[in-house]
């Protein structure tokens, strides 16, 4: 059997000899390439609605990005966060236990660092993409763009908006081998020369390999564009998502000698949890008005409000060790349920002006936002009738047999509120023809006021407050010996309050402890070859502070780990290699390891060190295109102690779209093509997820 490194060569070697794939897209999605991926003019910018806030092409941004488009998403059948970073390097997947999106970004955890339009979304919940223009990844801590959090980096999807300039549609329909279908319809109509409306709508039915899974998901996501003027424009949107599905956590570890424990093989379709009890219910809407104005050809702003509000409820019951040598083989289970409200508002300014300064030019971002959420929590522990405990160990049968239980002692019950405020300012500074300097600042204001109900007590009133202002520098230096090739340096901080990025940390002792800091050095290269081809590379650290974690021994506790340093590099190379030709290839290192405490030296939680990834994409025919993917994962420890270690592994992916006519489309998307057994990603030492095995899905799209 090879062994790691081996094992990644190989598939290092596969990835860059396997074949190639074709490039489709109708009108509507040639220019958002031409827009969004082609090299020269490619813009992160205020007009876009996208993250970075000024005009600046991708080639002058001093910081490791990428971004997905919409066609993309299509032809690779993306429909999750999870699906994009898989082929997104610096980036792991976190099982998130089964309810919510959750991502490693340069060995650091989140559940909240997502942005939607560039401003923050930070409920755990699995987010559509049916509405997304594209997706932004943004790599290393920055908080002078984002604000608290995004240590690692962030994550923003930029939605559709209603367009003035045409009548357009689409519809798009399909079927996989596991029985999941999805609908969804995207229509734009223009109602007067000042007047655009738009909207999308999806739903799906899911299901896969496991035994008890399947869900139900539906969205609609209206939007109108409204030209008051000239010089200004407003955008109204509302989102409604309604999310039902079954919580699955996968499979446990067992213990093997000589090494750490690994996961339980043989048992890819085994749920381990109650085919009853286990499922999640999520209802959000999101109400958003932006409001863009040109004040001189040097001189624009914009202001967005959004209002939020988010019901998510989970309950499940899920293995907490397994005993492979007992005769019969026992299973231990636990389980609790969770309930939260939220209602986020937030408003964000921005005014972008360029203007010269003797022989300097400056492009200036002033910013500023406000936010005030309300978020109430509980967390209910179960009791099984049999062990009148929250735990019990049973004899292990397929399928799982989960005795009576109830879910009826409360852990948690929490009320917090959070209102942040925040000034920004940046200046991107033209030293000369080949060298920029890019200086920001910016200023938190973070509140959080939380009342525990389970604290209260005689001598407590269950009231927990702590109020953090802190100042995040960001330095960038850019030399340009050419047009098309950028080498840059770069310094940024972010931080994250100690009540953690759901506000549920804040405890007596956690109210006195300073915020986690986040220090990113980054050094790049980003060489755009031709208009349609570019190579970025960057060597990295990031070093966190002191910060908390789930404890190994009871994931009902959280633990205090000094802090941990990540060194890395990445590369990717995006574009048409020839006229027929695309690629999307990636690569990243990453050496993750605990600072001090006891877990010193360890590797941090689900780092894998080697990962890797291609798409392919070659059209044959003026009808006929194919696509080849890859993606290759090192082996990681689940958590901090280093207790579980879960094997790399290689996937196959492949696609065929053939035109029916100039707009209809017929795709074949064909996932682990050589029916690889692998685990993609886990929560705790003994929730581990197991991969898909073969499976292709039928799509059809057509253009109106």
Known sequence: MLNSSARMMTALATLFTLGAAPVWATETTEQTAVDTITVTGRFLSIDRLNAVKTPTPVLDVPQSLSIVTRAQLEDQAF??????LRYTPGLAVSQGEGHRDAIIIRGNQSTADFFLDGLRDDVQYYRPLYNLEQ????????????????????????TKTAQLDENFGGLTSSLDTFGAYQVAGDVNSVLSDTVAFRVNV?????????????????????????DLGDQTQAVF??????????????????????????????????????????YTTLEASIFRTRLDHTFTDNLRGNVTIQYADYDKYYQNIYAAGFDAAASPQRLTLDGYADET?????????????????????????????????????????????????????????????????????????????????????????????????????????????????????ATDDGRRGRVDEEVSPRLGLIYKPLENVSVYASYAESFLPSAGDQFLTLTRTTEDVQPQR?????????????????????????????????????????????????????????????????????????????DGGGFDGNRTLQTPEHMLSIWNEYQATDQLALALGVTYQDNYFVREDNAVLVPDYTRVDAAVFYDLTDQTRLQLNIENLLDEDYFPDAHSNDNISTGKPLNARITIRHQF
Do not use: C
């Open 341 to 457: 409200t939220r209602q986020n508002f937030i408003a964000q300014g921005n005014l972008v002006g360029e203007f010269d300064t003797g022989r300097f030019s400056h492009t200036v971002l002033l910013g500023v936002e406000y936010g005030d959420q309300s978020t109430s929590n509980a967390r209910i522990d179960n009791t099984f009738a049999a062990s009148n405990d929250d735990q019990i160990t049973i004899d292990f049968s397929t399928p799982v047999t989960v005795p009576d239980y109830a879910f009826v002692d409360t852990l948690r019950d929490r009320e917090s509120d959070v209102q942040f405020a925040s000034l920004y300012l940046q200046d991107q500074i033209d030293l000369t023809d080949q060298l920029k300097l890019v200086l920001g600042l910016r200023f938190d204001r973070f509140d959080v006021d939380v009342l525990d109900r389970e604290a209260v007590s």
């Open 79 to 84: 429909s999750s966060i999870a699906d994009i």
């Open 237 to 278: 949107s509302y989102e409604y998502v309604n999310d039902d599905r079954v919580v699955d956590r996968g499979v446990p570890s067992v213990t093997v000698a000589n090494g750490p424990d690994v996961p339980l093989e043989g048992y890819r379709d085994t749920f381990f949890g109650s085919a009853d009890g286990n």
């Open 135 to 158: 997706v932004e990844i943004l790599r290393g801590a920055n908080a002078l763009l984002f604000g608290r959090g995004g240590g690692g980096g962030v994550v923003n999807r930029v």
């Open 518 to 594: 986040f220090e990113n050095t980054e050094v790049g290269l980003k060489w755009d070859f031709t208009r349609n081809l570019s190579l970025t590379t960057a060597l990295f650290r990031v070093e966190r502070g002191l910060f908390t974690s789930v404890d190994p021994n009871n994931v009902s506790q959280v633990i205090t780990i000094p802090g941990s340093v990540t060194d890395g590099f990445e590369v990717q190379l995006t574009g048409q290699l020839t006229d027929a030709w695309t690629v999307n290839a990636g690569y990243s290192y990453l050496d993750s390891t605990i």
């Open 202 to 226: 999806f739903g799906e039915h899911q299901d896969n390999h496991r035994d008890v899974f399947e869900g139900d998901r539906f969205a609609v996501n209206p939007t109108f564009t409204v």
